[in-house]
């Protein structure tokens, strides 16, 4: 099957964090499906950002093909963060029909911090007559709203408010790592049994590693 994960901040093991995108993608693709990751070009996440030249960059990472959208560097939140994410949105709805190649009768799955790319996720879902995965990290706006203070009547919380809600209505299926989530969701238009709790896991490597793994956690063991 072919699959295609939407998240601006995805990394990998060259590059830095975030790992959770690329853990999923590499079983994914070790178990035979097609995997391809779209991604900005640059995040405050990772330790070495991709070098893009054009548009776009591509390279295969451990079976996993990257799609780098080229975007603008940032420090901060301030109005160059802002920049960053408009322009990976752009990228994303010029490239719809492009990006709808690498899931064609397969799976779109997105999985950002902030709820929009999923917008331009149903568009490539629906050009490639995919189903339309939306996985949540953070609940927005209720997260800036209780944690940073934010007004709920401040424009980018009502329209965080929208593109969430939008998610919750139009999704093949909904995925966090929040366990209690989905009563939440629910309010906000989620039907029923199209919650899915995946939790963060670990990876645990096999063989000579796996011996020296072990060793490291009995070493380290309080007595």
């Known amino acids: 099957m072919k699959i295609l994960l939407v998240n601006h901040y995805a990394g990998s093991p060259a590059h830095g964090m975030e790992f959770r995108p690329y853990y999923f993608a590499r079983e994914w693709a070790r178990m035979g499906h097609e995997v391809t990751i779209a991604a900005a070009s640059w995040s405050h996440l990772c330790g070495s950002n991709p070098e893009v030249r054009g548009a776009l960059g591509s390279e295969m990472i451990d079976g996993i093909g990257y799609c780098w959208f080229r975007t603008p560097d940032y420090d901060g939140n301030g109005v160059g963060r802002g920049l960053n994410v408009l322009a990976f949105l752009l990228q994303l709805l010029l490239q719809h029909r492009f990006l709808a190649g690498f899931a064609r009768n397969g799976a779109v799955i ?23 995965t939306y996985e949540v990290h953070d609940l927005w706006p209720l997260s800036p709203v209780e944690v940073g203070g934010m007004s709920p009547s401040h424009p980018f919380v009502r329209a965080s408010q929208w593109a969430e809600d939008f998610a919750y209505r139009n999704a093949d299926y909904v995925v ?20 899915r709790y995946v939790p963060n896991g670990i990876y645990l490597p096999t063989g000579l590693k796996a011996a020296r793994f072990r060793n490291c956690i009995r070493t380290r063991s309080p007595n």
């Open 110 to 132: 997105a999985s950002s911090t902030y709820p929009f790319d999923v917008l331009l996720a149903r568009c490539i879902a629906k050009s490639a007559r995919a189903s339309l």
């Open 176 to 195: 966090s790592m929040l366990p209690m989530a989905e009563s939440y969701m629910r309010l906000h238009g989620l039907a029923p049994g199209k919650f």
